[in-house]
């Protein structure tokens, strides 16, 4: 699909791609070590193109005889020194599955009821008298009625035939190609930011002039298409479920991190995928780039509320706010100029903000146990990284200079936080609230004993707000 041919067991690494001379994938996960390449560029150790499917060698079969999935597989990784000394290791998840998915709507059906499969029916033809292509193969079936239901629509149109003759397909159509054994591939035509060479900074799926990038082609299409499931159209939905008609997905669970516990006061969800990305039309916008204009920390997590989160991080265009508060931010212009992407952003000490943050739909904490490991090894408990001993054997005293410019935690910050307020620097508020009482950013993450001097030993249960008040009979001397 990529015209490369990788090594047996070697995976795709689309990085010096753009310029034709793409770097070595890597070899399938094994028992065996492999060496990672150091990325001058992002000041990282790296391993592209480490071919991984969602079903282990030696899978678990369930009552139906069919293999159980693992989209959370995990490997290894271990620093050395130039001795062959460890000096650290960790385990973290790669995740992937085939849970992307059109079939809910697009699979050969005899109902009749489904206004969404009604929509999506392909008309009837010779070839295909019933309209739906009802392929035996039910992996192949839906995907040969989209080339059929794409074919019906666009092969009357010059600009179609003359993509497919520039890209290699059968200018009969799309369905005509995959049928002869040569594999379509979406972004041959429709560009996406997705397949992103990092060391030369640009696509390498450029897709055909004058036809639409993948990212709006698919959201604004199907902006207006019913949910099989509800029959409101897809753009007005604010469920996570909605998006998992397509994304991965039911089972898969992308959306896994932090954010996917959070509730609102009945106890249901009260973040979804539109919460940060907005609704359909939103992320199809043409003012938009697919995978490059992407919702930032500070979008919610900034100081306009204290204690509060803003209920969404993109506007009408899909284009992030950025708000003037930086303090949760990630970095302008990250990778490229005008961009500033969390999956490229530092923070504290150069480290990588997944490093203590997780993943980017797998925050910590995540309700998916192996992607939790790393924290918990270096701090012993889930969730993100803020415990000054993660890292440092001897505990820093500083005001401002931890992370988000956070002064020191925990029983080190008893005696030395009583002119902190006073130097003006950090504002308190922003964590402990504008009463001092404490909000969510002041809770703790695990139970913990302070030993409060003249104040006495202190108790706190896990998600304890500290606050002035947790000493002191308020925050004045």
Not at 398 to 418: D, E, K, L, R
């Amino acid at each position: 699909m990529f015209g490369l041919n990788p090594p047996v067991e070697i995976g795709l690494n689309l990085d010096g791609l753009a310029t034709g001379t793409p770097a070595p994938g890597n070899h399938s996960a094994s028992l065996v070590p492999a060496p990672m390449t150091f990325n001058v560029n992002y000041q990282w150790f790296e391993a592209e193109g480490i071919p991984m499917t969602p079903f282990p060698d030696n899978p678990t079969i369930d009552t139906a005889g069919n293999p159980v999935k693992n989209f959370y597989p995990t490997v290894k990784v271990v620093a050395r020194d130039l001795s062959n000394n460890i000096l650290a290791k960790t385990t973290t998840v790669l995740p992937v599955s085939d849970e992307m998915t059109c079939k809910g709507c697009h699979a050969s059906t005899s109902a009749t009821t489904n206004l969404a499969q009604i929509a999506a029916k392909p008309t009837a033809t010779t070839a295909f008298p019933k309209g739906w292509v009802f392929d035996t193969d039910v992996n192949k079936d839906w995907k040969r009625n989209i080339l059929l239901l794409h074919d019906q629509k666009e092969l009357s149109t010059t600009l179609y035939t003359n993509a497919l003759t520039k890209v290699g397909y059968n200018v009969s159509g799309l369905l005509a190609t995959a049928d002869g054994k040569k594999p379509v591939l979406c972004v041959a035509c429709h560009t996406s930011n997705a397949y992103f060479d990092k060391l030369n900074k640009v696509t390498v799926m450029p897709g055909v002039a004058g036809i639409s990038a993948f990212t709006q082609a698919l959201h604004i299409k199907h902006a207006t298409v019913l949910d099989p499931s509800t029959n409101l159209p897809l753009d007005s939905s604010n469920s996570r479920s909605a998006c998992y008609n397509c994304h991965p997905g039911s089972v898969t669970q992308c959306l896994r991190g932090a954010m996917a516990t959070a509730t609102d006061a009945t106890g249901n969800p009260s973040i979804s995928c539109q919460s940060c990305h907005g609704k359909l039309s939103a992320v199809g916008s043409t003012a938009r780039k697919g995978w490059f204009n992407e919702p930032v920390c500070e979008s919610c997590h900034n100081s306009a509320a204290p204690g509060q989160r803003a209920i969404t991080g993109a506007d009408a265009n899909g284009l992030p706010i950025v708000p003037t508060d930086h303090t949760f931010a990630t970095n302008a212009n990250a990778p490229v100029t005008g961009l500033n992407l969390y999956r490229f952003s530092t923070g504290h000490g150069g480290l990588q903000c997944e490093a203590c943050h997780g993943a980017t739909h797998a925050e910590y904490p995540s309700v998916h146990v192996d992607d939790n490991t790393q924290s918990i090894a270096v701090q012993g408990h889930a969730g993100p990284v803020a415990e000054c001993t993660a890292c440092h054997t001897t505990i820093p005293t500083t005001v401002n200079g931890g992370p988000h410019g956070m002064h020191t935690t925990g029983n080190a910050w008893v005696s030395a936080h009583q002119d902190a307020n006073k130097n003006g620097t950090p504002n308190c508020a922003y964590c402990h609230g504008t009463t001092s009482t404490g909000t969510p950013l002041s809770a703790i993450k695990v139970a913990k004993t302070i030993n409060a001097g003249d104040f006495g030993i202190k108790n706190w249960p896990k998600d304890y707000q500290v606050s002035c008040y947790s000493c002191h009979n308020g925050p004045n001397p």
